[in-house]
């Protein structure tokens, strides 16, 4: 399958405030990568803070970013980070065009799109909430150019959660949804017998509005 197919199956298009100056990332053939993070307002009023990757040629002189408001397209990508023994998926969008929306203008009109074709890596994993609610969590692997692939991390809820409950590894999906950020707090054991720790850290997540199986739809 050719690379420019490979971008068909993984599209974000996404408008918020930058919330943090950008920060040399890294270089790579050539060119510098700068990341930064963007918030991105829900209809409810909360905000999503989604990291994003910018490669300095979309950049250009404009490098003072802090406060605007941007709209992106891109991919959403994911990376393998060792650290203290373990492996860390590490999630942001690349992105591959960007306009200035200017520094003002409502949160409402923030926008947040996300459109992927893959298949499942492991089984989804099912359950109810304390609340009743269904809920699915699911892996997602969609194929990017040179023979890579991303890892991305989905929540299904309702008729959407039941659906993903039948499905099996390997299965093929296509999704519409949103990329949401989740704050948890992570309890670290204690030394010496002491009070146990927490520590603040943030999940991100596909939060999926719609989801179709192409073998289903086709037979």
Known sequence: MSSSR???HNQVIM???V???L???HSAYGEDFYSTVLSVARRSGLLDRIPILIPGRILGSDMHCLGQRIQIRGQYRSWTQHEQGRNHLI???FVTELSFLGRSGPATCSRNDIY???YVCRDPIYRLTPRGREIAEMLLAVGRAYNKSDY???ICWGTNARAAQSMKSGAHVRIWGRIQSRIYHKSLLPEDGGSRDYIEKTAYEISVARMECPAA???
């Open 23 to 25: 920060t040399m990332s």
């Open 15 to 17: 408008s918020g405030t």
């Open 152 to 154: 991305l991390p989905c």
């Open 116 to 118: 992927l074709d893959g």
């Open 19 to 21: 919330l943090q100056p």
């Open 6 to 8: 490979k971008w068909e």
């Open 91 to 93: 999630l942001q969008v």
């Open 217 to 219: 739809v086709s037979s």
